[in-house]
């Protein structure tokens, strides 16, 4: 496909002015009081409305400087609103049900001990998208934040410490808010395979979208092990060797919870995991490797489909990126369509059935059925160092 089939869009278009104006503190509130936290907006069996409104936010980092690009996306239309600058920007993530957002700073120090700090944003449709309402420290020497996520019923934030080899959880309020106290729990190191000792580097996490527990990779210790927060303290519930280890980009579950889809390290390849109740214990899990398939260039991006037990990829391909669909067949993942495009593709999301592609210099976006592009915009901000790109859904109750 060339890059003459794809339809350019002006920069800053306004095109969504039946969105309202930012609320204020007091109406974010109540509106958010009134929204039960649990359930997530993409767990919807049909695709939300074509036209339904949303945040895109994109996450470039250069050195120690981040920037959040906020934008509002209704169908193939899209907005730029601004850019928030934070320093020491390591992760981020979005609320499931508020407009919320979350990052996690990669500081030596706050308040004058060794720790990061998670800052809470409201969203806003506003020059200023990102307002900071909250800091809230790490527990005490959790350094290094990698990646964050929140829970499907929005009661947990749940924050890799690499470098202070720990997992720490927050218990979110109805607002949101993370708890002033951080729930930590330390790993300690692992015998390789060679009978080499390997310390733990906990690097990415997601949350299951059909239960209160996520996954956790660790590079480091060839590993990745399922987490369950709660407000006791952090539950390992299973561990899995990765035998071809686990690459430093974020794994995917499926929409029904039973799978897990991560890249690999040591190979150009993708693994498939299966998560299955724990044979002598009924409240129990464990994570297994079920296959592994090889591709021709290392997986760049990867994206789980929103309502169907399948994943996008995409991977460097001549001078632009080979777009992959893989459906589960058994216990083995199969391309079931793929196409090419001209743009280095950095991250991408989903939002009503279609994907939006970040490249280094537009946003693309993309049909589910044939992957074919169907608009693209080109942005003005440079995305070089593009960590991340989501999608969130907001209901007109909220914004």
């Known amino acids: 496909m060339g890059a003459a089939s794809m339809t350019a869009e002006p920069q800053g278009r306004a095109v969504l002015s039946s969105l309202s104006a930012p609320v204020s503190r007091r109406a974010f509130l109540a509106g958010a009081a009134a929204v039960a936290v649990s359930g997530q907006i993409l767990s919807r069996t049909a695709y939300p409305e074509l036209y339904a409104p949303a945040f895109l936010h994109l996450a470039a980092c250069a050195a120690a400087k981040g920037h959040v690009h906020t934008y509002a996306i209704a169908g193939d239309?899209?907005?730029?609103?601004?850019?928030?600058?934070?320093?020491?920007?390591?992760?981020?993530?979005?609320?499931?049900?508020?407009?919320?957002?979350?990052?996690?700073?990669?500081?030596?120090?706050?308040?004058?001990?060794?720790?990061?700090?998670?800052?809470?944003?409201?969203?806003?449709?506003?020059?200023?998208?990102?307002?900071?309402?909250?800091?809230?420290?790490?527990?005490?020497?959790?350094?290094?934040?990698?990646?964050?996520?929140?829970?499907?019923?929005?009661?947990?934030?749940?924050v890799s410490a690499s470098t202070g080899r720990a997992w720490n959880a927050f218990v979110l309020d109805i607002v949101g808010i993370p708890a002033s106290v951080a729930i930590a729990r330390k790993e300690t190191g692992t015998v390789l395979e060679s009978q080499t000792i390997s310390l733990p580097a906990p690097h990415a996490v997601a949350f299951s979208p059909s239960g209160p527990y996520a996954v956790g990779t660790d590079p480091s210790s060839e590993r990745m092990t399922l987490l369950q927060p709660s407000p006791d303290g952090i539950t390992i519930l299973s561990r899995c060797h990765t035998p071809f280890g686990v690459a430093e980009l974020f794994p995917v579950w499926t929409r029904d919870g039973r799978y897990l889809v991560a890249a690999d390290a040591r190979a150009a390849s993708l693994s498939l995991y299966a998560i299955r109740s724990a044979l002598r214990d009924r409240d129990g899990l464990d994570i297994y490797v079920l296959s592994t398939v090889h591709t021709e260039t290392p997986i760049k991006a990867l994206l789980a489909h929103a309502t169907e037990a399948s994943v996008f990829t995409s991977r460097r391909e001549r001078e632009g990126s080979r777009l992959e669909f893989w459906r589960i067949?058994?216990?083995?993942?199969?391309?079931?369509?793929?196409?090419?495009?001209?743009?280095?593709?950095?991250?991408?999301?989903?939002?009503?059935?279609?994907?939006?592609?970040?490249?280094?210099?537009?946003?693309?976006?993309?049909?589910?059925?044939?992957?074919?592009?169907?608009?693209?915009?080109?942005?003005?901000?440079?995305?070089?160092g593009m960590r991340a790109i989501v999608t969130q859904s907001y209901e007109s109750n909220l914004i």
Request: contains cysteine; proline residues 5%.
């Open 329 to 384: 067949r058994g216990d083995q993942l199969a391309v079931e369509r793929d196409t090419w495009i001209p743009d280095n593709v950095l991250a991408f999301a989903h939002h009503a059935g279609a994907l939006w592609l970040a490249s280094e210099d537009r946003l693309i976006r993309m049909r589910y059925q044939d992957l074919r592009a169907i608009s693209a915009m080109n942005v003005a901000q440079s995305l070089q």
């Open 77 to 158: 239309r899209c907005e730029f609103f601004g850019s928030t600058s934070v320093d020491s920007f390591a992760a981020y993530a979005t609320h499931p049900t508020l407009p919320v957002l979350y990052v996690a700073r990669d500081c030596s120090q706050w308040e004058h001990l060794p720790r990061g700090v998670i800052e809470t944003y409201q969203v806003e449709r506003s020059a200023h998208p990102l307002r900071l309402v909250m800091q809230t420290p790490m527990a005490l020497s959790a350094t290094g934040p990698r990646a964050l996520a929140v829970s499907s019923c929005g009661r947990y934030l749940l």
